[in-house]
């Protein structure tokens, strides 16, 4: 069992890594256009965005950002997994 150091490391790592993090970037762009529109676009044109609201809204791309980082670092474990088996 992996500790939560190692997993924070791993995850690191993954960030690290230029394609890993242009990658993350758009998938954060693309879905969290979408989930900030779904969540908050009648808001933004309704002008009714507000401090908290604007927080909510970076964390709608921050998720998915991360998320993708996630994904990314999973699967160059399980490669690194099969290449060493």
Do not use: D
């Not at 069992?1 to 230029?18: V, Y």
């Not at 921050?62 to 993708?68: D, N, R, T």
Request: hydrophobic share 45%.
């Amino acid at each position: 069992m992996r500790t939560l150091q190692q997993i924070i490391q791993q995850i690191l790592a993954t960030i690290r890594q230029p394609q890993c993090r242009r990658t993350a970037f758009r998938v954060a762009l693309v879905v969290g256009t979408v989930l900030f529109t779904i969540n908050h676009g009648s808001a933004l044109l309704a002008q009714e965005m507000n401090q908290t609201r604007w927080l909510a809204a970076i964390s709608t791309y921050c998720v998915p950002f991360m998320v993708s980082i996630h994904g990314q670092s999973q699967g160059r474990k399980t490669l690194a997994r099969r290449r060493t088996a």
